[in-house]
């Protein structure tokens, strides 16, 4: 049985692309309170299934694909740039291809201009026919308005004509910094990226006896397994220790673990290669947000996962990205070094505190990685600044491992610069073996 909430979701999901949706309409139909439908909207609207822009409504939106994160919809445009719709809202849900800057002669201007674009000028009104004759969307820059025939021509076309007060410069670089956070957003890997899916999973019902372990075991191979009740909820877990010298005849749910950890879809790989470390686990459920069994992950699953992302190029580069790309090993000293690019800086040219901590978290990392086969979980970490470190400045670093076991490392990291101390940094970590 799904929940209210479920029921939603799905109602969203099989809108046509472009259908505006509301609070009371959902409500209504649903016959669910409008609290209810509130939230379920929200949900949707952070699954990217809809879009909210102000003054037009809720709008059912195409939900990209991992590998198709580089465009927008005019939607998602609106409210990157605080923008007002014009004309042409029945248009919103749609994605666009490419944006032309429209700072040349009108003539030139409709060479680069074409279907599925969006042209960004000022308060040329011709420019603005012309565009949405081409099968382009407009976006006015400067806070102007149009002529009503023009807006009257963007509803007709079903193509966007918004309006902004930023200029054209700071929209062109807003939008393009929106792709490259997307960009990002998209290398990020989570649980529903590498989980095995429910028809693939192995479970237990509540009133199953331990012979069903025994049955999944040699099926399997594995030796941990979810339970679950009549509604597919996860309520246990049973291991071979839950369950070992104990009569095949029981019924399972007087020897499960109760109130079993569970992560979901959303969860990252980080957070949850960090629980299976922390709680020493090999398999976690993967459940929705009314527990409902989905899959499980497991920690080779993680492991494999943490590999594959060490061994992927960066498309968007975060600052730990940059941090790594430029610190390199010194073998014959066993050191690592870098300089201090404009990047690492905070607004008084200096190495900004969390890039410092950064640079020593990535070379204790590589330390383990390299004498220990192992991947780190930093747990805690104490760091001191000795003194401010200028933009240009070459840093040396050296971490030296002061205590390690099987699952904990004790990591001490020096930084220098012209053979000074600029800092010290104490790692506690957790080991990830591969």
Same mark, same amino acid.
């Given at each position: 049985?799904?929940?209210?909430?479920?029921?939603?979701?799905?109602?969203?999901?099989?809108?046509?692309?472009?259908?505006?949706?509301?609070?009371?309409?959902?409500?209504?139909?649903?016959?669910?309170?409008?609290?209810?439908?509130?939230?379920?909207?929200?949900?949707?609207?952070?699954?990217?299934l809809v879009s909210t822009i102000e003054r037009v409504g809720t709008i059912r939106i195409e939900r990209k694909k991992k590998e198709n994160f580089e465009k927008l919809t005019f939607a998602e445009v609106v409210n990157i740039i605080d923008g007002q719709v014009l004309g042409g809202s029945n248009g919103l849900h749609k994605t666009l291809s490419k944006f032309v800057i429209g700072a040349m002669q009108l003539e030139a201007m409709m060479r680069y201009t074409e279907a599925g674009s969006l042209l960004i000028v000022g308060n040329r009104i011709k420019a603005h026919e012309l565009a949405l004759n081409e099968g382009a969307a407009v976006l006015i820059t400067g806070g102007f308005d149009t002529e009503g025939h023009i807006k009257k021509l963007a509803d007709d076309k079903?193509?966007?004509?918004?309006?902004?007060?930023?200029?054209?410069?700071?929209?062109?670089?807003?939008?393009?910094?929106?792709?490259?956070?997307?960009?990002?957003?998209?290398?990020?890997?989570?649980?529903?990226?590498?989980?095995?899916?429910?028809?693939?999973?192995?479970?237990?019902?509540?009133?199953?006896?331990?012979?069903? %372990?025994?049955?999944?075991?040699?099926?399997?191979?594995?030796?941990?397994?979810?339970?679950?009740?009549?509604?597919?909820?996860?309520?246990?877990?049973?291991?071979?220790?839950?369950?070992?010298?104990?009569?095949?005849?029981?019924?399972?749910?007087?020897?499960?673990?109760?109130?079993?950890?569970?992560?979901?879809?959303?969860?990252?790989?980080?957070?949850?290669?960090?629980?299976?470390? %922390?709680?020493?686990?090999?398999?976690?459920?993967?459940?929705?947000?009314?527990?409902?069994?989905?899959?499980?992950?497991?920690?080779?699953?993680?492991?494999?996962?943490?590999?594959?992302?060490?061994?992927?190029?960066?498309?968007?580069?975060?600052?730990?990205?940059?941090?790594?790309?430029?610190?390199?090993?010194?073998?014959?000293?066993?050191?690592?070094?870098?300089?201090?690019?404009?990047?690492?800086?905070?607004?008084?040219?200096?190495?900004?505190?969390?890039?410092?901590?950064?640079?020593?978290?990535?070379?204790?990392?590589?330390?383990?990685?390299?004498?220990?086969?192992?991947?780190?979980?930093?747990?805690?970490?104490?760091?001191?600044?000795?003194?401010?470190?200028?933009?240009?400045?070459?840093?040396?670093?050296?971490?030296?491992?002061?205590?390690?076991?099987?699952?904990?490392?004790?990591?001490?990291?020096?930084?220098?610069?012209?053979?000074?101390?600029?800092?010290?940094?104490?790692?506690?970590?957790?080991?990830?073996?591969?």
């Open positions: 049985m799904t929940t209210k909430h479920e029921q939603i979701i799905q109602h969203i999901i099989s809108l046509d692309v472009g259908h505006k949706i509301s609070v009371r309409q959902i409500a209504k139909q649903l016959n669910v309170s409008d609290g209810t439908a509130y939230r379920a909207i929200k949900d949707a609207e952070n699954q990217g079903e193509l966007p004509i918004i309006s902004t007060s930023y200029d054209t410069f700071t929209v062109a670089a807003m939008i393009n910094r929106a792709i490259y956070d997307q960009l990002i957003k998209k290398e990020i890997i989570f649980v529903g990226d590498i989980a095995t899916t429910l028809e693939e999973t192995s479970y237990i019902k509540t009133k199953d006896t331990i012979g069903k %372990w025994y049955e999944l075991n040699e099926k399997s191979g594995h030796s941990r397994f979810p339970i679950v009740d009549e509604k597919l909820r996860v309520i246990g877990m049973v291991s071979s220790k839950d369950i070992v010298g104990k009569d095949k005849n029981i019924i399972i749910d007087r020897v499960m673990s109760k109130k079993p950890l569970v992560v979901q879809s959303k969860t990252s790989l980080a957070s949850v290669s960090h629980t299976m470390v %922390w709680e020493g686990i090999e398999v976690v459920p993967v459940v929705d947000s009314s527990g409902i069994l989905k899959g499980v992950v497991s920690r080779q699953d993680v492991l494999k996962a943490l590999q594959y992302v060490q061994r992927q190029p960066q498309v968007g580069e975060t600052i730990d990205d940059i941090v790594s790309r430029n610190l390199q090993f010194l073998e014959d000293e066993e050191v690592y070094t870098t300089e201090v690019i404009p990047q690492m800086t905070n607004q008084l040219g200096t190495l900004s505190n969390g890039v410092f901590t950064a640079l020593m978290t990535e070379a204790s990392s590589r330390l383990l990685q390299k004498d220990r086969k192992a991947d780190i979980a930093i747990e805690n970490i104490t760091v001191y600044f000795n003194k401010p470190v200028q933009i240009e400045s070459i840093l040396t670093i050296k971490p030296t491992v002061l205590g390690v076991g099987r699952l904990y490392a004790k990591i001490d990291v020096e930084v220098f610069s012209e053979n000074k101390l600029v800092g010290k940094g104490l790692i506690m970590a957790q080991l990830i073996h591969r």
